[in-house]
């Protein structure tokens, strides 16, 4: 039986899609998770590793715009696809929703803080004035284990604010 997939020399399947905007085209083992790929083979350490049970949302990054676990996400599932994380908000500055949680105290420890910004960053693109109960619900698949949420929230209502052209 002929095999048309495509290999690397060592039988890796290839995966090619684009992260961060760029084409990127690397052998990987079929059992590797988007989050090893992005932080072992391409040094893409802001998405972090935390719970790496899809509890956490640490390591959330936006899949064709729709935010996933990358600890959950096989790199398979990737081929063909746009995969943004922290660094790909941040190519030409900082994206209002990172300079929200900046000047409004939503980083605190930082860990949690990528995974926050990008599902903050998929509501808002979604739905650029949410209520205060979408913001919840979108957070909902983010954990912050530091002093709690106040910064957060402040930061959120504050890019909201943005969107609707008020400073």
Not at 83 to 101: M, N, R
Request: hydrophobic share 30%; charged share 20%.
């Amino acid at each position: 039986m002929k095999n048309n997939s495509i290999t690397e020399p060592l039988g890796q399947p290839l995966l090619s899609c684009h992260i961060n905007g760029e084409p990127v085209t690397i052998g990987v083992s079929p059992a590797k998770r988007l989050l090893s790929v992005l932080r072992d083979d391409l040094q893409l350490t802001g998405t972090k590793r935390s719970c790496e049970i899809g509890r956490c949302g640490a390591c959330m990054v936006l899949m064709d715009g729709v935010p996933v676990n990358a600890c959950l996400t096989m790199a398979y599932q990737c081929t063909g696809k746009q995969i943004t994380t922290i660094e790909g908000l941040s190519q030409d500055g900082l994206h209002p929703v990172q300079q929200a949680f900046l000047e409004e105290g939503g980083y605190q420890c930082g860990y949690c803080t990528p995974g926050m910004i990008i599902s903050v960053k998929a509501l808002l693109d979604e739905n650029p004035d949410p209520t205060q109960e979408e913001v919840e619900e979108a957070l909902s698949g983010n954990l912050c284990r530091c002093t709690g949420y106040g910064g957060i929230v402040r930061a959120v209502q504050r890019a909201i604010e943005w969107g609707r052209g008020s400073q």
